[in-house]
């Protein structure tokens, strides 16, 4: 059984301010793991995932994420953020990439970025 | 470039009325199709996946069902709709990961 959680249920900084968001995971086996966002009211968009190779992995709008398997985590950042970066933020999990993988999300982090 | 539709944008239901939520997916063959439910202010929940037609499986039991009787398009329904359907309801495709609609969101008075 794999599971995802995002310690952070809130999370709020200063336009221009660096943040990191939150995620760990526990599964056993070979692992997907993505970030996802969601705007109010709005679907999710993919920004970044990670199978193998480099634990630091690049997203769009200046997202990176890197990988720890020691720690078992999946943490988000962000060198300077904007206010249209407020968002909820999940992370998510699958044991594979195939169709029909379940994708396990955590409980979302909000950011706000206040101005 | 692949694009995906859900209709409606929004429904207003009675309990225990029926449910028909559509999916579309333009621009690429065969693709997999998901069908996710989000409570308000909640986590998603994966319901049911589809790699071919008329092929769907089953990932979590909510009295819902799915069924795809076209490449491009994924449904949703129920004949009964209770309280605890109400949520945002959110379609995805993949060619490994997933890109997701813009979502329904149902509320059941």
């Known amino acids: 059984t794999q599971t995802v959680s995002q310690s952070d249920a809130h999370v709020t900084v200063f336009e221009g301010d660096s943040v990191e968001l939150r995620c760990n995971y526990s599964?056993?086996?070979?692992?997907?793991l993505s970030w996802y966002i969601q705007h109010h009211g709005r679907g999710l968009q993919f920004l970044l995932k990670?199978?193998?190779?480099?634990?630091v992995v690049q997203g769009v709008n200046g997202f990176e994420a890197e990988f720890s398997k020691s720690d078992s985590s999946f943490h988000l950042r962000k060198a300077s953020v904007h206010w249209s970066d407020s968002a909820v933020y999940f992370c998510?999990?699958?044991?594979?990439?195939?169709?029909?993988?379940?994708?396990?999300f955590g409980g979302g982090t909000r950011l706000t970025v206040r101005p | 470039a692949q694009t995906i539709h859900q209709w409606p944008v929004a429904e207003i239901k009675a309990v225990g009325s029926p449910l028909s939520l559509g999916c579309t997916i333009k621009?690429?063959?065969?693709?997999?199709l998901y069908w996710y439910w989000q409570a308000t202010g909640g986590t998603l929940q994966q319901l049911f996946y589809?790699?071919?037609?008329?092929?769907v499986e089953s990932v979590v039991q909510l009295n819902l069902s799915a069924s795809r009787p076209k490449d491009d398009q994924f449904i949703l329904s129920t004949e009964k709709l209770l309280l605890s359907h109400s949520g945002f309801y959110l379609c995805?495709?993949?060619?490994?990961?997933?890109?997701f609609g813009p979502g329904t969101r149902l509320t059941v008075l």
């Open positions: 995805a495709w993949s060619p490994a990961e997933q890109f």
């Open positions: 599964y056993g086996g070979s692992i997907y």
């Open positions: 990670y199978y193998s190779g480099n634990p």
């Open positions: 998510a999990v699958s044991s594979n990439n195939n169709a029909g993988a379940k994708l396990t």
């Open positions: 621009g690429k063959s065969s693709p997999n």
């Open positions: 589809s790699i071919t037609v008329g092929q």
